[in-house]
């Protein structure tokens, strides 16, 4: 563990400074990396010095630029929602899609698309919301009803069962209604089709659930000590967990309106996180957010990369990433209460 | 005891006919139903060959080869859950949740991706099991090797099944985008479990490996019933477990395999079938084989039934249809496991 840092208010400031310069860096790598290659210097200037009649500075504008932005968003969003998963449940494999909630918010907009395709972009988010609700709701309730209680793996267990229940239903629909092509960009999951509106979604909901993340964010790290210490420590448990709730079915609901079911990145970055700054969920929040962001934004690079001239689904590559991870968890939680 | 024990060889016997003519029935219903309606009477006069051009055309062509292959695929998917099932001792054990299918799936397209100009088509298709087999049997290994930790917990098997499925499905991803579109559609149809574009040569290649894994198997169900006492008592009893346990899972790799090679990558139907039958007739396999052979066969008939009807014309792949049907089943059998 690096505990000279998890001590240390100075050095953690200076690893998200750097974490943030590097996240700059890489959304410039973004923007220039495509199908046309752009330099660095050229993206600066598109950005500060914008000039309608170059080709290259409107490719940036509309195009990339929204992307890469996106990318970042979504990435945080998805690891600020897994980080607050993690800490209420004390589940290491908690994350939005293993439970089901990205596959639950992905029914939900198939419902739209089929029966109310005159809906907004805001339509969309709400619906893709309340579908995440939904599905938190199933998964909780399987859990609470089993045998010996909600252990990790089982809650993992039920919210795959869940996802693959959902996700078939949004089959049927999607074939019914072909949808298919939207659908299977959903589950894919992908950041080809971002534009500035959005963005717009994006921040709007951001806004609200990154609020409400940090400012449940010391409750939580009380609560990760167990419930009974965060009661005897005068502490509203129920409160804060619903709160959570919210914040968690915003930024995932908003993220897969817009990018579609991203796997693993939920999983992976808090641990990352967690083993970098420490267990306060004050520095766990930010840090993850900045780490999610990084690392989906490269993905997507990567995801351009694999197989150019065409796209590969970004959720892919995160799943290879997020894969020998998760059974590295697996191995050391399967069927064990935490 | 000693009378129930008596009873339960007629009550075998009459089990099996029941599912026959169930099945017997079932073939009817599916060979009449569809987008193009033929009374259950034309269908058996087509049969005797005396139909029109168009009604043999429709059946022999198209609807018989599906629901033969729905025959065979569901007797080996179910076997194959039994032995799973038996052989690991796990409630929750199925090909399709194991991995063991996309392992084999991911075999198959990398075939397709690398062999398949160099063999003719038909060829092609009988090799194609054997290639699913290996890719099966590496899945398999796989999973057993990392959930391997002084000995083997269902949940962890479970969990660790699904990180490798994941894993497996994200290389498919990237794999069948690097395809010719032709390609790519022949490797969709794989992963869907959609049995319709059947041809005789795919219930051709399934046939040998049917009639000689599960008569195999049924041989060696005396060896099954000891395993599922525990090792301790398997090793007190005089048998050879740990060869035995090998032998059983190759046979269940390899049914599950071929099966995926022939479209039927269809996940949970492995899961449920042997418990249904357990219900009706007791823990021995020499029972449990014979009849999830039989309850498989007509599970997936009326699943692919279902699948046809239910949103006409819209054809709902039977593997949505199963999984709809099956996932809350594995969900009560969680919250039961302990």
Redesign the interface.
């Known amino acids: 563990m690096l505990s000279f840092i998890h001590r240390s208010t100075t050095l953690k400031i200076i690893v998200n400074i750097v974490t943030l310069i590097i996240l700059l860096f890489a959304i410039g790598l973004s923007v220039a990396f495509g199908a046309v290659e752009i330099q660095l210097s050229t993206v600066w200037q598109a950005i500060v010095n914008f000039d309608q009649n170059l080709t290259s500075h409107q490719v940036i504008q509309e195009l990339r630029l929204p992307r890469a932005i996106a990318a970042a968003l979504v990435g945080a969003f998805l690891a600020v929602s897994g980080a607050i998963m993690q800490g209420m449940t004390r589940n290491p494999?908690a994350s939005p899609s293993i439970m089901g909630v990205t596959h639950g918010a992905a029914f939900a907009l198939v419902i739209v698309l089929a029966f109310f395709p005159a809906a907004t972009n805001f339509g969309q988010t709400v619906a893709s919301f309340v579908g995440a609700g939904v599905a938190v709701v199933l998964v909780f309730m399987?859990g609470s009803?089993?045998?010996?209680g909600l252990?990790p793996?089982?809650l993992?267990?039920?919210g795959?069962?869940?996802g693959?229940?959902l996700s078939?239903?949004s089959?049927?629909l999607a074939?019914?209604f072909q949808l298919e092509k939207q659908l299977g960009f959903w589950l894919?999951g992908g950041l080809a089709g971002t534009n500035w509106t959005s963005i717009q979604v994006l921040l709007i909901s951001g806004a609200i659930g990154m609020v409400i993340a940090l400012m449940i964010a010391h409750s939580i790290t009380v609560l990760n000590l167990g419930e009974d210490v965060a009661a005897g420590l005068g502490q509203n448990s129920f409160l804060v967990k619903v709160l959570g709730i919210i914040s968690v079915l915003i930024l995932t609901g908003a993220a897969v309106s817009v990018a579609g079911v991203i796997?693993?990145l939920g999983l992976i970055v808090p641990h990352l996180t967690r083993f970098i700054v420490g267990t306060n969920y004050r520095w766990i929040i930010p840090s993850s957010a900045l780490f999610g962001a990084l690392l989906l934004v490269l993905s997507d690079v990567v995801s351009r990369l694999?197989?150019a001239p065409?796209e590969?689904?970004v959720?892919?590559?995160t799943?290879?990433i997020?894969?020998?991870f998760?059974?590295y968890l697996?191995?050391g939680s399967?069927?064990e209460k935490s | 005891m000693n009378t129930e024990h008596k009873k339960r060889p007629s009550r075998f016997v009459g089990i099996i006919l029941v599912l026959i003519l169930l099945i017997i029935v079932m073939f009817f219903v599916t060979l009449s139903t569809g987008v193009i309606n033929i009374s259950p009477m034309e269908v058996i006069k087509t049969l005797m060959n005396q139909g029109t051009d168009k009604q043999e055309l429709v059946l022999f062509d198209f609807r018989l080869p599906g629901i033969v292959l729905a025959i065979l695929i569901g007797a080996m998917l179910s076997v194959s859950g039994v032995i799973l099932q038996g052989v690991t001792q796990n409630d929750?054990a199925d090909p399709g949740i194991l991995g063991i299918n996309t392992g084999a799936g991911l075999a198959v397209v990398l075939f397709i991706f690398f062999f398949q100009d160099t063999f003719n088509s038909t060829a092609s298709i009988f090799m194609m099991p054997l290639f699913a087999l290996v890719g099966a049997l590496f899945a398999a290994i796989l999973i057993y090797s990392?959930?391997w930790?002084k000995g083997i917990?269902?949940?962890?098997?479970?969990?660790?099944g699904?990180?490798?499925n994941?894993?497996f499905?994200?290389?498919l991803?990237?794999f069948q985008?690097?395809m010719n579109p032709q390609d790519f559609r022949q490797a969709t149809v794989w992963l869907?479990g959609d049995i319709w574009n059947a041809s005789w040569m795919f219930v051709l290649a399934l046939l040998p490996w049917l009639f000689i894994l599960i008569p195999y198997a049924l041989h060696k169900s005396n060896a099954l019933n000891v395993i599922t006492l525990g090792d301790e008592v398997a090793a007190g009893l005089g048998s050879k477990v740990e060869k035995e346990r090998r032998i059983l899972l190759i046979i269940a790799v390899a049914l599950a395999g071929a099966s995926v090679a022939a479209g039927g990558a269809i996940?949970f139907l492995g899961l449920v079938v042997p418990h249904i039958t357990r219900k009706i007739i007791g823990p021995l396999h020499q029972y449990v084989i014979p009849i999830s052979t039989l309850t498989g066969a007509l599970l997936l008939m009326v699943a692919d039934t279902i699948g046809k009807n239910l949103?006409t014309p819209?054809?709902?792949?039977v593997g949505?249809v199963v999984?709809?049907l099956s996932?809350?089943y594995?969900?009560y059998l969680?919250?039961?496991?302990?």
């Open positions: 494999l399987v009803f089993s045998a010996s252990t793996a089982k993992a267990l039920a795959v069962a869940i693959t229940m078939s239903l089959n049927i074939l019914h894919a796997g693993f694999i197989n065409f590969t689904p959720g892919a590559v799943s290879l997020g894969v020998p998760f059974l697996a191995r399967g069927g | 929750l990392i959930a930790k917990n269902p949940i962890r098997l479970v969990l660790v699904i990180g490798v994941a894993g499905s994200a290389a991803i990237i985008l690097k869907s996940a949103l819209t054809q709902i792949p949505i999984s709809i996932a809350p594995f969900v969680l919250m039961k496991t302990k």
